[in-house]
């Protein structure tokens, strides 16, 4: 009989586990609040209650090779970095050429999941949901996938900001900031200086009066144009990656910050952390530093108060007449239809094993799906959560006795609190490639690449030293794809594609008269030396030196 798996939510990683669960020939069914798939990257005009939110003009910050699901390239002709509305035709084309929806039930909110009474036996879960018209079911499934991501309640700390109740502007969450407009020739503050705040600041302060930037510990300020202006994701291959993980921290972080402070001058523009390069979750943003230079920006420290329409910051100085505050505080995740004893979450800290897993039920049923901030796309790293997770439901791959599972989790998050600033944004942290590689060794699928420099060298030197596409994980074992290795090698043409717009021809070459004039100058450099005894004298009358110089010239 096959096995049900009921999916939580139609965004990408959603769409992973439907696709995932059919490769494996598992039978999901999708439960979708809303009417339509995309989750994060569906903009709506209104933000809708535990619901992720974007504003209209949102760009994701990694590159369209990186992002992608493993065995179905984004179009060539799709821009590296893609707006909001293409990510949402990206999906929908996945989802058609997969026939994803008819697994989707849309409208349909999922109120309770929870064991059945047998489920130390069976592993089964019931679920209870209502649709749009109010009519509850209780369905019964072998396993479950979670996949509801981190973006839906904001995060937002008015009990740090004394006087916020006596402000008599605006103030809102990120995740409530739809479009400019409404705030031309305005002042606005934008708390925090992560990408939404970098992002908003940019967008709002080429209409408002002043926009201030306030800043607790400042940021690193990636750009999303990398060395000869290619994305700056492709540049991380595997070699460097490497090279990263034996190099002592410090010298890592070293040479990243000096990078960056050639671009510009991360102490001059105020926005240098105390903190290191790789201790924090990196912000990207490519106008910030014209936005501040050209004095429509200006960062600010934390702030110590408000009163009335002014705003008071930690250095002293005071603001006037306000209008707008927006707190770019970040997201509080959990999962209020699991009873707490499945799966805990407490100051954003969840414990799972690979952040996948539960490490302590009875049965590995249930599955957290894209639960992580990567550094990197999360698109790909969903989708290799949920081709292990639905190998796990198959008894295909077995989970490690729990005190290994336990002692995994207890590495991970020692290793997460030695390497970054304490932050609420800092407990799910993973690295792109060293987490995929991880995922891939259990699933089975990690390239094998001295194999490869024997039986394919071509390929294994794209796979060393090329960036670490997704395809990779396509290569070999379970849901190999026969066109990875196609994909992999025509990368760098989808590349270039979108950026062809226009005839670009070479100039054409021209006679050089590089050589004629060194010959010249060597001539002139051997009379001078020959008749060094009598140059004063010639140098009073070149007319002879010209002559004795047309001497040693051959006739033509």
């Not at 409208?107 to 209870?128: H, M, Y």
């Not at 060293?434 to 390929?459: F, H």
Request: charged share 25%.
């Amino acid at each position: 009989m096959t096995r049900r798996v009921a999916v939580v939510g139609a965004g990408s990683s959603g769409l992973a586990c439907i696709k995932c669960c059919l490769d494996e020939g598992l039978e999901p069914v999708c439960f979708e609040s809303s009417d339509d798939i995309g989750g994060l990257w569906r903009f709506k005009e209104s933000p809708e209650a535990d619901r992720a939110s974007i504003y209209h003009s949102v760009i994701i910050n990694t590159s369209k090779e990186m992002m992608c699901f493993s065995d179905y390239p984004i179009p060539a002709h799709f821009p590296n970095f893609m707006h909001n509305s293409l990510i949402m035709d990206y999906f929908r084309m996945y989802a058609d050429h997969f026939q994803l929806t008819r697994h989707i039930r849309f409208n349909t909110r999922v109120l309770q999941v929870k064991q059945r009474s047998d489920f130390s036996r069976s592993g089964q879960w019931d679920v209870e949901t209502e649709n749009k018209d109010g009519k509850k079911e209780k369905h019964i499934f072998d396993a479950v996938m979670i996949c509801i991501g981190h973006h839906c309640h904001p995060n937002l700390p008015l009990q740090d900001f004394p006087g916020i109740d006596s402000f008599t502007g605006k103030y809102f969450h990120s995740r409530d900031y739809k479009a400019f407009e409404e705030w031309r020739n305005k002042k606005v503050v934008v708390i925090g200086i992560g990408n939404s705040g970098g992002d908003i600041a940019v967008e709002l302060s080429r209409v408002t009066k002043q926009l201030y930037l306030s800043t607790r510990r400042g940021a690193w300020i990636l750009n999303r144009v990398g060395d000869n202006g290619l994305p700056l994701d492709l540049l991380f291959n595997r070699v460097v990656n490497f090279a990263w993980k034996i190099l002592p921290f410090g010298v890592s972080c070293d040479m990243g910050e000096s990078r960056l402070n050639q671009r510009f001058n991360h102490r001059l523009y105020n926005l240098k952390p105390t903190h290191r390069l790789f201790s924090q979750h990196p912000t990207v943003n490519d106008e910030l530093p014209n936005r501040i230079l050209s004095g429509t920006v200006q960062v600010k420290p934390n702030i110590r108060r408000f009163q009335g329409s002014s705003v008071e910051f930690d250095d002293g100085s005071v603001v006037e007449d306000v209008d707008l505050v927006v707190f770019a505080t970040g997201y509080r995740f959990s999962f209020p239809f699991l009873a707490s004893h499945v799966v805990s979450v407490s100051d954003n800290k969840a414990a799972l094993y690979k952040y996948v897993f539960p490490p302590e039920l009875d049965r590995p049923t249930l599955a957290i799906i894209g639960l992580v901030q990567p550094l990197g796309a999360i698109m790909p790293i969903s989708e290799m959560q949920a081709r292990w997770a639905t190998r796990v439901f198959k008894g295909c791959i077995k989970l490690p006795p729990v005190a290994a599972m336990l002692k995994d989790l207890q590495c991970k998050q020692e290793a997460m609190a030695k390497r970054y600033v304490p932050s609420q944004r800092h407990t799910i942290q993973v690295d792109y490639i060293n987490y995929m590689d991880e995922m891939a060794e259990l699933l089975g699928v990690r390239p094998g690449i001295l194999k490869l420099l024997l039986t394919d060298p071509r390929l294994a030197l794209n796979v060393l030293f090329g960036p670490v596409t997704p395809y990779q994980y396509r290569l070999r074992g379970p849901g190999k794809w026969d066109g990875a290795r196609q994909a992999i090698l025509t990368q760098w043409e989808r590349v270039a594609r979108p950026m062809q717009t226009r005839p670009c021809e070479e100039p054409k070459d021209k006679a050089s008269c590089k050589w004629p004039v060194v010959l010249s100058a060597a001539v002139v450099g051997l009379a001078a030396y020959m008749n060094r005894n009598s140059l004063p004298d010639l140098l009073q009358d070149p007319t002879q030196l010209w002559a004795r110089i047309r001497v040693s010239l051959p006739a033509f």
